[in-house]
Every structure is written in C-alpha cells, then in structure tokens.
C-alpha cells in the first residue's frame, strides 16, 4: 500500500498498492519521528526526521507510477492465462 498525501504533510491514509515491506518502513519511519518530534519538536533531529519519511513517500510514489505503466489485462492473464479474455490464437 502507498500512503498518499491528504493534506500538507498529515494524515496520511492508505493507497493502492506498493509493496507491503515499503509501507511497513513509511510506518516506522512516521512512528520514529513522532516519537523524535516530541521531544523536541523544533529541533533539528526532528526536521531531518521527516525528510527520511518524504523521501520514503517519494519513493513509494515512483512505485506507484511504474505500476501504472502497467496493463491490467495482461496482470490478470499472468493469474488466469485459461480464461476467454485471455486466449490467443494463432494464424
């Protein structure tokens, strides 16, 4: 799943599909921060903790792009190849 981008910079709620380990270290990543941000919340331990979380979306975003180059029929053919939509004939 990818995290999206609501509002600014929170909150953030799910998309589709990214891979689940690259959701999983945007999770941590956040929790990390809020916890470093809390303790010190103009700091710069705390800034540099949330540029590791935008780069983590922006590389979850390039994800997502690629995945769009994507065709939906031939992902469902790959699962299916037996199926009517998906025979091919030859000449």
């Known amino acids: 799943?990818?995290?999206c981008l609501v509002r600014a910079w929170w909150p953030w709620r799910p998309c589709a599909s990214t891979p689940p380990e690259l959701a999983q270290k945007v999770l941590e990543s956040i929790k990390?921060?809020?916890e470093t941000?809390?303790?010190d919340p103009v700091g710069g331990e705390c800034a540099?903790?949330?540029?590791?979380?935008e780069e983590l979306i922006?590389?979850?975003s390039h994800v997502r792009g690629r995945k769009k180059d994507s065709d939906p029929l031939e992902e469902y053919c790959k699962d299916n190849p037996e199926t009517n939509e998906c025979?091919?004939?030859e000449d």
């Open 32 to 34: 990390q921060t809020e």
């Open 58 to 60: 922006v590389a979850a």
């Open 1 to 3: 799943m990818i995290y």
């Open 48 to 53: 540099t903790a949330w540029d590791k979380v």
């Open 37 to 39: 941000c809390a303790v």
């Open 87 to 89: 025979r091919t004939y």
